[in-house]
Structure formats: C-alpha cells, structure tokens
C-alpha cells in the first residue's frame, strides 16, 4: 500500500498570511489530487496534477507536483476565512492497478479573521 | 444538477442488526467507490466498482458488502455491525475505471454511523 504523508496535520493562521501544506511520499504516483473537505460535506477535488514538476494555479492556490511524482504542495496567498477546511491530497497508483486512490491523512487549516 | 446522493445521513444502530447505506449517482458514471473516515486515519477506501457487476475489495473491507446491479447504484451493507464500524462513510464517483486516478472523484455528502 502506497502511503501519503501530509504536513502539517493542523495551521491556524491569521488572514492574509500566507501558507504551504506538504504531501510527501515515498512512492511515485501517476497523479496527485487536492481535496477541500468542509464540515458536514464530502472532499472537493481542487486540482489534479499528472506531470512531474507541473505547476498549476487557482486563483490564490498554487499546487506543485514534485519532479519525481513523489510530493506535491500547496501553496495559498493572502488567505482568507473561506479557506478554512482539511486539505486532502489523494495519488493515484502508479502502477496501472484501478483500485482508486490513496488518500492522506489530512491538514486541517484554521483562517482566523 | 450532477450529484452522488446518500441515505440516510445519520443512523444510530445496534450491534448485530443489518443495515444498508445507499448511494446512487446522476453522471453516467463507470467508477464508483465506498470509503470511510476516521479522526487520525483520514480518508481509507472499503469497495470499489469498476462497473455494473464488477466489484473489487479497497484496503479496509471486512464486515462490509456491496453490490452493483445498476450503473448508478451502489449500496454499502453492514450484515452485522459492530462498534468499531462507527465512522464518517463517503460513497463516490468517477467517469472512469481504468485511468480513475486522473479523473475527478465526486463524493457524496456523507453518512455519520453509530453503532452501539
């Protein structure tokens, strides 16, 4: 079973600072997922990336997947109250199985206004 | 509006007594998936199903049966629970099997289990 690693686990944070979250791993993936998960809800893909060292942007969210297709980050600018929730990221098996994804643990963020 | 739905969205239960959550999904979609959640253990994957009759067991399957009949249908059935299957279950879905791990994963909004 391939494992992620998320850190760090909990980040309360005031607004408008900025902030990384960290997905480590020592496995390679086919792809990389970000999820949002808000309370009482279901997690909320933001991003997928495929490509090592792929870089995409959403709005004040910057995901990075590693070189090696073993980490990725997120990366949240000025933040805002409304980016309180746990950040999940998920990586797909790299090696051709279709038994779905490996989620990590989770970081819970905390916006303070 | 595309949606996984769940039913029922909370359910307090006794050991020993069957229970079926079910999830049903509007997308036309192949890939359908149970998970369930846990404070410390995040997110961990029970059954999966790549398509209709095509059901294959996540990391986490014992105590736990699912089936696949029709393509948007995908009920989780607990023949005995137990206290430690008390947890956050997500049902979700994808376009596709094979390749799933690049496509987007639609998750339901969740079924809080208590049993005791």
């Known amino acids: 079973t391939q494992l992620l690693e998320q850190s760090p686990q909990f980040l309360s944070i005031q607004e408008g600072e900025n902030l990384t979250v960290y997905c480590n791993s020592s496995?390679?993936?086919?792809?990389l997922q970000w999820y949002r998960q808000e309370p009482g809800e279901g997690p909320v893909l933001l991003v997928t990336v495929v490509t090592g060292g792929e870089v995409k942007k959403l709005k004040r969210l910057t995901f990075q997947f590693g070189d090696a297709r073993k980490d990725s980050s997120l990366h949240i600018t000025a933040a805002q109250p409304g980016d309180t929730g746990l950040y999940l990221c998920a990586g797909g098996d790299s090696g051709g199985g279709a038994d779905g994804l490996t989620f990590g643990k989770g970081t819970h963020l905390i916006i303070q206004p | 509006e595309a949606q996984v739905t769940q039913n029922p969205r909370y359910l307090i239960t006794v050991t020993g007594k069957k229970l079926t959550v079910t999830c049903s999904q509007n997308m036309n979609h192949e890939y359908m998936s149970w998970y369930r959640q846990d404070p410390g253990l995040g997110l961990r994957q029970i059954y999966y199903s790549m398509n209709v009759e095509v059901t294959d067991k996540g990391d986490v399957p014992e105590g736990y049966k699912v089936s696949r009949k029709e393509k948007r249908n995908f009920p989780l059935i607990l023949e005995s629970p137990s206290p430690n299957q008390t947890s956050l279950y997500f049902c979700?879905?994808?376009?596709?099997?094979?390749?799933?791990?690049?496509?987007?994963?639609?998750f339901g909004p969740g079924t809080r289990l208590t049993v005791t």
């Open positions: 496995s390679v993936f086919s792809s």
């Open positions: 979700a879905s994808s376009l596709s099997g094979w390749g799933a791990r690049t496509y987007e994963q639609y």
